[in-house]
């Protein structure tokens, strides 16, 4: 196993890593900055897009060169030729606090992202379903801070963590309509030992990966839940994390170069750098784009 700098930009608050398959190229946001970046599977022909708001996480939409992107003040469409940014829903209108934060695309389609109480204190945020017909559907609530929205192999299964609750929920996912059910925890995280439950991803076996942030640790859980694997990463503040490259068989892992509340620690030279870890006999699940 060997773990490179792969971009060293220094995102303030590095989250969301996206590979397309299709192009064959990395996206990842600073969701402080409200940046979207870009990059090749080594590194090279670095690209970002300004969005002037923070933003949680972002998705590649199989109509031409757009994306969705949730965004401090709502779910918007944008323009990755012009940079033009098109409201598409504000499901958190009315709640100063709150942020949209992580999001992924299920099996069929579907953008699945949640919001988060930017105090990280109360339970104010939600788990939302976007169709590709632009309906909105809400999942599950009392969440504190949304993270690691992914899915089984079959895409039956819907992981999702609520960071400062320390669970990785599961949920039985329909794959036809979207609904979920029989909620249950998968695993839990000690946040007292210093870290967090952050980005997540699954692999083509069925364990789940996440990122520890604060711990600066990636762990690989089995799908009964059990610890299978646990990688030690140069900076403590890891924040997601995604397979990706020609065979999808790298993993992509962001970190933050600035804590977003003074009480979280400081961190090392590296803080903030987009990392690749090669060799781990493992390959990821090709992502999807938004079928809207």
Known sequence: MRIEVLVDVKTNLGEGPVWDQEQQRLYWVDSADGRILRCTVDGSELRAWDVAQKIGSMALRRCGEQALVALQEGL?????????????????LGLPHNRLNDGKVDRQGRFVFGSMDTREESPSAKLYRLDPNLSLHTLDSEIIVSNGPCWSPGGDILYFADTWSGEIRAYDYDTTTGAVRNRRTFAKVDTAA??????????????LWQALVYAGQLVRYSPDGRVDRVIEMPVKKVTSLTFGGPDLDILFVTSMARPPLPRFPADGQQRGALFAIHGLGVRGIAERRFAG
């Open 76 to 92: 918007h469409n944008l323009d990755l030729r012009s940079g033009e940014l098109q409201l598409i829903v504000d499901p958190e």
């Open 194 to 207: 210093g870290g967090a439950a952050d980005g997540c991803t699954v692999d083509a076996e069925g364990y």
